[in-house]
């Protein structure tokens, strides 16, 4: 376990950090946009937490978990000497994408099919929600650009893409089941 009685200690101050293999780079970097931008979502998990209940609250809960485990993963360069590596590392696994997949299902099977897109609203909870889902689709962006420069985990974008998906429909389910979903009306302010 890391203790971190110190939390400053400037070695950043010259605009540089270090990556779990202590490589140093710059804090613009590809790789640090893409976790940094993970740590955003993460956040914004916390928010969506303090207005859900029961079973969400629980997934948000474990998602939290699985976006520092992501974190760490892109954090982590050099995948391919993942065998060979002195530590196990840390990276996300096809089985946190398909328990994505299996809540999602689950939670859609009650929703109304949409016939129309919807608006980001409704309740406090769901507007959370799709902000965690647009914060997702961007961390998306930036591990998709990472893997076009550098290798990366494949199932670092499986994870985002699903989990993107599953803060949609779980926007509609605390949107007391897509009853208060706000459609959006095509060319209504014209």
Known sequence: MVVLNKIYTRAGDDGRTALVSGDRVDKHSTRVTAYGTVDELNAVLGLA??????????ALGRI?????????????????????AQYPRLRIVAAQVDRLEREIDAMNENLEPLRSFILPGGTRAAAHLHLARTVCR??????VALAASEPTNPEAV???????????????IV????????????????
């Open 138 to 143: 961007r961390a998306e962006r930036h591990v």
């Open 158 to 172: 499986r994870f985002l893409n699903r989990l993107s998906d599953w803060f949609f429909v779980a926007g509609r």
């Open 175 to 190: 949107n007391d089941g897509g009853r208060a979903d706000v459609l959006w009306v095509p060319g209504a302010n014209r």
């Open 49 to 58: 937490r303090l207005d859900v209940e029961g079973d969400i609250a629980a």
């Open 64 to 84: 939290q978990n699985d976006l520092f485990d992501l974190g760490a993963d892109l954090a982590t360069p050099d995948i391919e000497n993942d065998a060979t």
